[in-house]
C-alpha cells in the first residue's frame, strides 16, 4: 500500500478502489488477523482500522514514528515488527542484534501491544546466526518493562 516515504495512491483511490473490497473479503474472517504491507502507513492507518484487523505489520524501519504509532494506536491495534532485515538480521554484530531489540522493547513494549519481529518476511539473505541473536535478545529483555504503563 506504500513506499517508504508515501502511499502509493491517494486515500481518496483507497476509499473507492480498496476500502469496499478488502471489507467484503474480512468480513468473512473471524479469528484475529494481522494486515500486512511495507511502507509509510500513517495517512490511511484511521481507515485500515475500520476493517477491523488485529495488528499492522511490519513496521518496517525507517518508515513511520514509532513512538507516534505506539501512542496513537498502540491500544487499538498489536503493533507487529521493525527488526530490520537489511543489516540487524543480516550482517550486524551480536551486540547491534542485542541493543537493537532491547531498544524497541523499551520503546514499543510498555503496556503491551507489541510483538517484535523482523521488518517484512525473513528473505534467504538474512544470517541465520542473527535470527537466533534476535531470539536470544528477546528472551533477555522481554521482560525489561515490567509493570510499566504507556
Same mark, same amino acid.
Given at each position: 500500500?506504500?513506499?517508504?516515504?508515501?502511499?502509493?495512491?491517494?486515500?481518496?483511490?483507497?476509499?473507492?478502489?480498496?476500502?469496499?473490497?478488502?471489507?467484503?473479503?474480512?468480513?468473512?474472517?473471524?479469528?484475529?488477523?494481522? &494486515?500486512?504491507?511495507?511502507?509509510? *502507513? =500513517?495517512?490511511?492507518? #484511521?481507515?485500515?482500522?475500520? /476493517?477491523?484487523?488485529?495488528?499492522?505489520?511490519?513496521?518496517?524501519?525507517?518508515?513511520?514514528?514509532?513512538?507516534?504509532?505506539?501512542?496513537? &494506536?498502540?491500544?487499538?491495534?498489536? *503493533? =507487529?515488527?521493525?527488526? #530490520?532485515?537489511?543489516?540487524? /538480521?543480516?550482517?550486524?554484530?551480536?551486540?547491534?542484534?542485542?541493543?537493537?531489540?532491547?531498544?524497541?522493547?523499551?520503546?514499543?513494549?510498555?503496556?503491551?501491544?507489541?510483538?517484535?519481529?523482523?521488518?517484512?518476511?525473513?528473505?534467504?539473505?538474512?544470517?541465520?546466526?542473527?535470527?537466533?541473536?534476535?531470539?536470544?535478545?528477546?528472551?533477555?529483555?522481554?521482560?525489561?518493562?515490567?509493570?510499566?504503563?504507556?
Amino acid at each position: 500500500m506504500a513506499f517508504k516515504t508515501s502511499l502509493m495512491f491517494s486515500p481518496a483511490v483507497w476509499d473507492e478502489f480498496f476500502a469496499p473490497y478488502l471489507k467484503q473479503s474480512v468480513s468473512h474472517i473471524k479469528i484475529p488477523w494481522i &494486515y500486512h504491507s511495507d511502507g509509510n *502507513l =500513517v495517512p490511511l492507518l #484511521d481507515k485500515m482500522l475500520e /476493517l477491523g484487523m488485529n495488528g499492522i505489520h511490519p513496521l518496517e524501519p525507517g518508515t513511520m514514528d514509532l513512538d507516534y504509532l505506539k501512542k496513537t &494506536y498502540g491500544k487499538k491495534v498489536c *503493533l =507487529v515488527g521493525n527488526i #530490520d532485515i537489511n543489516h540487524t /538480521l543480516r550482517d550486524a554484530t551480536e551486540e547491534e542484534v542485542h541493543a537493537t531489540v532491547k531498544e524497541r522493547i523499551e520503546q514499543m513494549g510498555p503496556g503491551g501491544g507489541f510483538i517484535i519481529c523482523d521488518s517484512n518476511s525473513v528473505p534467504e539473505y538474512c544470517n541465520p546466526r542473527n535470527i537466533q541473536w534476535m531470539a536470544e535478545a528477546v528472551a533477555k529483555y522481554r521482560e525489561i518493562y515490567g509493570n510499566k504503563t504507556a
